[in-house]
């Protein structure tokens, strides 16, 4: 309109009536230069971006696969991940790397422990000498900052993991006092509830005839530490926590059917009938904490507690501190609460599925721990213990032992990434802005170079002294200022839950399973873990 009226303005001016084909070049030319705008910024990012950093890697003497516009490596590590999942390993076989990271091992084989692969148009470098991925991760002032997937990301959560600069110092600083250790202490309770509704179960499953029965232990142990969560965040509002669960887990579901649709722009937006879902699920859990929150601060304002020993009001109560120094808002507490489930949940659960795994597939670490959580706590908990069962965690030397050995072996999250947003150097190697360096965590704990030839062997007395007596290359939990705030309620939680059932069950792996680590984007039996369990007297 604005065109046309100019377009009149002028030729009236002259006397002139405005000719048709003058006015239809003056509209088109706006258009021809958008396109031409969008043309150039697509093939800078599709294809003349990509090769520059690729040559700037190749001219520092990495290596890496060759690059294919918009797909990268998509099609190579999709076949490739067909082909690892077509073929599970022996039972007992701890050499899992070439079936969880196919595209890392093919690369580090092919082209050397630090070379590149693409994420879509993103080259991707891997690091595998643990002294550098210290010093990546424990970079204090961002310049590595973390790999996000932008609207995909927020849908399933968006809290503390997935801010930056300032804005995450300051929810970290807020959320810390929820999981230290006095705090923690105070929500064993809420943790040995959970595992005591657990055994209740099986044991009703399982009967007292003596004879073994079989369960999928995988599923078990999700539903474990959701509730777990549920009650250690949200206290007596459970049942509400439980179903924001349920919805997360079907969130995880989705997402996972879209991972490999992330590099089409804009695709999240796209009405299709799973991103509908997907924000449909989004809203009825924002909707839930809102809820939740508004009862806890409605509680705080009428000069209560906000229910101190869960998270959600230990967050609050905090929160409610720091506000004078700019504290969190609804929208950012809900973030963190839907973070505490997928940062949580999942992680725990697979660590505790393993670690039943490993007790059946090596049998004398089974009664070695056994031994131990009767000796501390009796053959079924008594009320003493129930009492105080955080100084009996703690004598539980070798359940740690073998927690910490499955960490190694099955770390939950295989790989941790990170992103140059300026040139960094590292290890002799200058790293232009945009290049993401990918942390194989599990290659850095199989590494022989490192563990010694028997790296691929479950041998839980490697951690006979504690993480400190092991090499300078385990990090489960990250490291560095971006360390896992859930360590230590993590450690807890798995340590009440192995010892509550080596108190009571003998297990024992069913024919019925197959060996299948999967990266689901977590560490998980990509066939389930069918274990046969018998009650002990
Ligand atoms: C075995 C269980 C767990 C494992 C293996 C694990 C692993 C990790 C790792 C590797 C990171 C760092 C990620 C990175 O640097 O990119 C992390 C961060 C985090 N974890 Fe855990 N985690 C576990 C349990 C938990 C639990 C139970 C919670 C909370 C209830 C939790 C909450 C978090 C949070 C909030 C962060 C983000 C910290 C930040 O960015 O400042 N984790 N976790």
């Not at 290596?63 to 039972?91: C, F, N, Q």
């Not at 055994?199 to 073994?212: P, S």
């Not at 927690?403 to 200058?430: C, Q």
């Not at 030839?453 to 939990?477: I, K, N, Q, S």
């Amino acid at each position: 309109m604005a065109a046309t009226s100019v377009v009149s303005l002028t030729a009236s001016s002259l006397g002139e009536a405005p000719s048709p084909w003058k006015t239809t070049q003056l509209l088109l030319l706006p258009c021809a230069l958008l396109v031409a705008w969008c043309a150039v910024h697509a093939l800078e990012w599709a294809w003349l971006r990509p090769r520059r950093l690729g040559r700037v890697l190749r001219a520092q003497g990495l290596r890496g696969t060759a690059y294919r516009p918009l797909a990268g490596d998509g099609p190579l590590s999709e076949r490739l991940v067909r082909e690892a999942r077509a073929a599970p390993l022996p039972p007992g076989c701890h050499d899992v790397v070439p079936r969880v990271l196919p595209l890392f091992h093919h690369a580090m084989k092919e082209h050397g422990k630090t070379s590149f692969t693409w994420m879509g148009p993103e080259p991707r470098v891997t690091i595998a000498d643990p002294e550098l991925v210290r010093q990546v991760l424990s970079n204090k002032f961002g310049h590595f900052e973390k790999v996000h997937f932008g609207q995909f990301q927020k849908l399933l959560h968006n809290g503390v993991s997935t801010h930056t600069g300032e804005k995450w110092a300051r929810h970290r600083r807020i959320i810390t006092p929820a999981f230290h250790l006095e705090k923690l202490k105070r929500m064993l309770p809420a943790f040995a509830a959970c595992c005591a509704d657990l055994v209740r179960r099986w044991e009703d499953l399982v009967g007292d005839d003596g004879e073994a029965r079989e369960i999928d232990v995988s599923p078990e142990m999700q539903r474990l530490t959701g509730d777990v969560i549920s009650r250690a965040a949200f206290g007596s509002s459970y049942l509400e926590g439980r179903r924001i669960f349920e919805l997360q887990g079907e969130q995880v579901r989705l997402a996972m059917k879209l991972v490999n649709k992330l590099y089409i722009p804009g695709y999240v937006y796209l009405p299709t009938r799973t991103n509908r879902r997907m924000k449909q699920i989004a809203a009825e859990i924002d909707g839930i904490l809102r809820g939740m929150i508004a009862t806890r601060e409605h509680a705080i304002r009428a000069g209560g507690a906000a229910t101190s020993d869960d998270l959600l009001g230990l967050m609050l109560e905090s929160n409610n501190k720091a506000a004078q120094l700019g504290g969190m808002s609804t929208a950012d507490i809900i973030g963190e609460c839907k973070l505490f489930y997928f940062a949580g949940m999942e992680t725990t659960s697979s660590l505790l599925t393993w670690t039943l795994l490993a007790l059946c597939a090596h049998p004398e670490w089974q009664r070695r721990a056994r031994e131990e959580v009767r000796r501390v706590f009796g053959a079924t908990n008594n009320k003493n213990t129930l009492d105080c069962p955080y100084d009996g965690l703690g004598r539980l030397k070798v359940v740690a032992m073998v927690l910490h050995e499955v960490l190694r072996l099955y770390a939950p999250l295989p790989a941790l990434h990170r992103r140059t947003y300026k040139p960094m150097e590292l290890g002799g190697v200058r790293y232009p802005a945009g290049v993401v360096l990918a942390l194989p965590v599990l290659c850095v704990h199989h590494d022989v170079d490192v563990w010694g030839p028997d790296a691929g062997e479950f041998r839980p007395e490697r951690f006979a002294d504690g993480v400190a007596g092991a090499p300078p290359a385990f990090f489960p939990f990250g490291w560095g200022p971006r360390t896992c705030v859930g360590q230590s309620f993590a450690m807890l939680e798995a340590k009440m839950g192995i010892a509550m059932i080596l108190q009571r069950f003998e297990l024992e792996l069913s024919p019925s399973y197959t060996h299948a680590p999967f990266m689901t984007p977590l560490l998980q039996p990509d066939h389930g873990a069918q274990i046969k369990l018998r009650r002990l007297p």
